[in-house]
Nanobody, 124 residues
Framework: QVQLVESGGGLVQAGGSLSLSCVAS????????MGWFRQAPGKERELVAA????????TYADSVKGRATISRDNAKNTAYLQMNSLNAEDTAVYYC?????????????????WGQGTQVIVSS
């Protein structure tokens, strides 16, 4: 069983940056692909970025390309998401997720372990 705990959300000014962390418990974490998703009020949950088990392959949503960086440190069982040039459309609850198989995937249904989410609010 993999348990995920996100941290790092909060209130951010437009144009600013955020840094999220996701700590995973469970020895099988290192074999899992990881993803960061977000869900704004009234909208579906969407992929922000994903990374494979080794950290060598990444995927980004078009809306964050060039502004976001996903990374992981398997020695620390931690995945990270950094974003800059934030705007109001980035306001959402951000979730960390893990999927077996080790690769990246866009669909939330491909991920079987989820964190509780961390709120990010971008103020103008």
């Amino acid at each position: 069983q993999v348990q995920l705990v996100e941290s790092g959300g909060g209130l951010v000014q437009a144009g600013g940056s955020l840094s999220l962390s996701c700590v995973a418990s469970g020895r099988i974490y290192r074999s899992y692909g990881m993803g960061w998703f977000r869900q704004a009020p009234g909208k579906e949950r969407e992929l922000v970025a994903a990374i494979d088990w080794s950290g060598s392959a990444t995927t980004y949503a078009d809306s964050v390309k060039g502004r976001a960086t996903i990374s992981r440190d398997n020695a620390k069982n931690t995945a990270y998401l950094q974003m800059n040039s934030l705007n109001a459309e980035d306001t959402a609850v951000y979730y960390c997720a893990a999927r077996p198989g080790g690769g990246t995937a866009y669909s939330p249904s491909a991920y079987i372990h989820w964190g509780q989410g961390t709120q990010v609010i971008v103020s103008s």
